[in-house]
């Protein structure tokens, strides 16, 4: 099957996030272990105040323990959300920069998917030729595919131009060339371990 493609910024940035939503961590598990940080946190903190308390001469009011509780883990909760955001905001503006600046990326792209081999072309002079043993997966979301290499990068394959009969045969061929697989939230993933 031979394909031709211009990846736009847009399909980019969608194999970019395919890429890191395979590998990531699920949101709850995220969630989890941010609330368990802040968990840990806020028990060390009980446990200094208390310290102090009992170390203290004179008795400390009541009312203030919660409040240093509070006013002490509030600074490093507010930084962990603060730092979480920022990651993901830059990830995505790193992205956007990456296809930007690299010419190789708004070239048009020729690939030719057969149940033996993978060979890709562009007009800017890439070309690439390989089994599918250097394949670890794939995963296919709304008018992009990638293939994901054992190595950790991926090549995209822009969909956007092909029918559903086509795409039928691209599966069909990706699952023959890949065949473990698992499905996944938002596309196929298939893996070979």
């Not at 105040?49 to 009011?61: D, E, I, M, N, S």
Request: hydrophobic share 45%; proline share 4%; net charge positive.
């Amino acid at each position: 099957m031979e394909l031709s493609f211009k990846v736009s910024e847009a399909q980019y940035l969608r194999a970019w996030r395919l890429r890191n939503k395979s590998r990531s961590m699920p949101r709850a598990k995220l969630i989890g272990l941010c609330a368990f940080i802040v968990a840990i946190v806020v028990g060390v903190t009980i446990g200094v105040v208390y310290f102090w308390q009992r170390l203290a001469p004179a008795p400390v009011k009541p009312g203030l323990s919660g409040i240093a509780i509070v006013g002490n883990s509030l600074p490093l909760i507010v930084l962990i959300g603060s730092w979480v955001s920022l990651a993901a905001a830059f990830g995505e503006m790193n992205a956007r920069r990456q296809y930007r600046h690299d010419p190789s990326m708004q070239a048009e792209f020729t690939a030719n998917l057969t149940q033996e081999s993978v060979s890709f072309q562009s007009t800017a002079g890439v070309s690439l030729e390989s089994g599918w043993n250097i394949y670890e997966s794939w995963r296919e979301g709304k008018d992009v595919a990638i293939l994901i290499l054992t190595s950790g990068t991926y090549l995209i394959l822009g969909l956007s131009g092909i029918n559903e009969e086509q795409r039928a045969e691209l599966r069909n061929i990706l699952n023959m060339a890949l065949p473990e697989k698992s499905a996944s939230e938002n596309g196929l993933l298939v893996s070979r371990s």
